[in-house]
């Protein structure tokens, strides 16, 4: 098993993908534009979590290719992933719902409610997709609609595992080949029936679960396989960069079902691009994150509570010019964030029975 050197981007990277939801949803949600991006102008800043999920694909089979090559227990890889988003999920939601009470969006008796107690319920057990009717009012009517990806990625953690147990008694090549096969046509499922805008509730649940985004996780999980292998050029991961947002950008008319086999397409060049920039973005980046902790997972727990409080505060008719609004969102989001890791996350951390954080660099980069 080859591993990946503390001293890399990747943590960055990480950043810069929830700083790509963030600006997407800030200026949808609160419509102002940032820089020349605003609503209508395309997909710009909508590879976040295309990026996030390749990223975790590429980090995390090698957590668990470690924890079975060291002969640990499941149990071991399943606990380190659970203290990384455990206790900030669950100070996230502790601490929001004591914000809505003190804003006077939540009444003390409603938290009594069957309604609220399902709403509880479905972030304890991370699959926080649903919303209380006392909250129809607050914001854009919904919490925290990012958070479908926590069930999503949970997912991902439930299976790496099996397919490093497949690996390990046929080989790579078949793990990888069921695991492409099995995300082609996940992803070709989703695009037929037209995404999640379209089809019957059945179809709208199936685009919530993990299969339609197997597909991303899944190209992280080649790359880490087989990056060593392959030309690593700065050129080639510029001409990738271009050719991700060409793609990106095809008119589809709107249309749900080609927009996400145009996003899947995309996701080859970015990945591509990612991964080069991981080894080999100049240490600035890596002392950034260093420095200011790895602040990407509570940037984007967060992010939409900032956003919907700016809303309840009528933010949407201040005479503020729309990309300043937009860096007050990432400011106040990165701001909790960091309390959210030097405080909560940073410290559950350190309880890691394992890490692969003191690995080398691949061959090609040293």
Not at 60 to 65: K, Q
Not at 135 to 160: A, C, K, Q
Request: net charge positive.
């Amino acid at each position: 098993m080859q591993t990946v050197s503390r001293e890399n981007a990747f943590d960055f990277l990480r950043l810069a993908a929830a700083l790509m939801v963030v600006i997407h949803h800030a200026v949808v949600h609160l419509d102002a534009p940032f820089l020349w991006h605003s609503k209508e102008t395309g997909p710009w800043f909508h590879g976040g979590v295309s990026l996030f999920f390749i990223l975790s694909g590429f980090l995390i089979v090698r957590s668990a290719e470690k924890c079975h090559a060291e002969g640990r227990r499941w149990w071991d890889f399943y606990r380190n992933r659970a203290l990384r988003i455990v206790p900030a999920l669950y100070a996230y939601f502790m601490t929001a719902i004591i914000l809505l009470l003190a804003l006077g969006v939540l009444e003390p008796n409603a938290v009594f409610s069957m309604d609220f107690g399902i709403f509880v319920g479905s972030n304890l057990i991370f699959a926080p997709v649903y919303s209380p009717t006392a909250l129809d009012e607050f914001g854009i009517g919904v919490l925290n609609g990012s958070l479908w990806t926590i069930p999503v990625e949970v997912s991902f953690y439930i299976i790496v595992p099996l397919i490093v147990l497949l690996a390990s008694r046929f080989g790579w090549k078949v793990a990888l080949t069921v695991s492409t096969l099995i995300a082609v046509v996940g992803i070709a499922l989703y695009a037929a029936t037209g995404g999640a805008e379209a089809g019957s509730i059945l179809w709208k649940m199936y685009g919530i679960t993990f299969i339609p985004f197997l597909w991303f996780f899944v190209i992280g999980i080649v790359w880490s396989k087989i990056w060593p292998l392959v030309r690593q050029s700065g050129w080639i991961a510029v001409a990738c960069l271009l050719a991700y947002f060409t793609i990106i950008n095809l008119p589809h008319e709107s249309r749900a079902g080609l927009n996400a086999i145009l996003t899947g397409l995309a996701a080859l060049p970015l990945s591509y691009s990612a991964i080069w920039f991981g080894y080999n973005a100049p240490k600035a980046f890596y002392l950034l994150t260093k420095r200011i902790g790895d602040l990407s997972f509570g940037t984007y727990i967060w992010h939409m509570i900032v956003v919907n409080v700016l809303i309840f505060a009528g933010a949407r008719n201040w005479e503020i010019p729309g990309t300043l609004l937009i860096l007050g969102v990432v400011a106040s989001s990165m701001l909790i964030a960091s309390v959210s890791w030097h405080f909560v996350e940073h410290p559950a951390l350190r309880l890691k029975g394992y890490s692969i954080a003191e690995v080398k660099r691949f061959p090609s980069q040293q």
